[in-house]
């Protein structure tokens, strides 16, 4: 990659924090899409978020925890209940499964409390560390990187890492968090998630309606008329 070989360092370091002073302006109220009042729901809601969108899963939260309100609850839950709250988020076997064992280990292990270490996160039933990086860095204000798909999208457009560093999550994790502030990450992912959700689409990306687009080597992989650009906008993340 060009950026990174030919460019002083400092240069990708400008252009990087540019990118996201603009993208905070631009989206003001950028935060993790989940609804949770306490670590639990979000750890629980993270995992449910897989291979779905967030309002989903914030249409079947409200009902799993009424019903199951910590850890101890969902550990001992039915697990046919379960499955039938959280059916339409998808997989929902597989999911349910996930949540029952994540919930009985941290009941078993850390007294039904979510740890708030990664160290320790990354330890549990169907966690990683994008999943514990959400927790630490919504739940307990620890910054930290949340390296899902929009992300890894925006930083590979953006050239903020180099082809085989992309293709490798935690190799782009650490990649990005080189180029900011610590303080910075859990904000940098929130401003990314929402770029990439609302304007810099996987497939058809709105170029021409973009606050970044003179900082970014991919322009025009999506219509760059202002116009066209402006009807693939959408004011929040996919349903």
Known sequence: MAEQTSQPATTLVRRARKINRVLAETYPDAGCELDFTNPYELLIATVLSAQTTDRRVNAVTPVLFARYPDATALAGADRADVEEIVKTTGFFRAKTDSILKLSGALVERFDGEVPGRLTDLVTLP??????????????????????????????????????????????????????????????????????????????????????????????????????????????????
């Open 126 to 239: 169907g966690v990683g560390r994008k999943t514990a990086n959400v927790v630490l860095g919504n739940a307990f204000d620890v910054p930290g990187l949340t390296v899902d798909t929009h992300f890894a999208r925006l930083v590979r457009r953006f050239e903020w890492v180099d082809e085989a560093t992309g293709k490798d999550a935690v190799k782009t994790e650490h990649a990005v968090g080189a180029l900011f502030p610590k303080r910075d990450w859990t904000m940098l992912s929130h401003h990314l998630i929402w770029h990439g959700r609302r304007r810099c689409h996987a497939r058809k990306p709105a170029c021409g309606a973009c606050p970044v687009a003179r900082w970014c080597p991919a322009y025009g992989t999506g219509p760059t008329d202002p116009e066209e650009a402006e009807k693939l906008v959408t004011t929040q993340g996919r349903a």
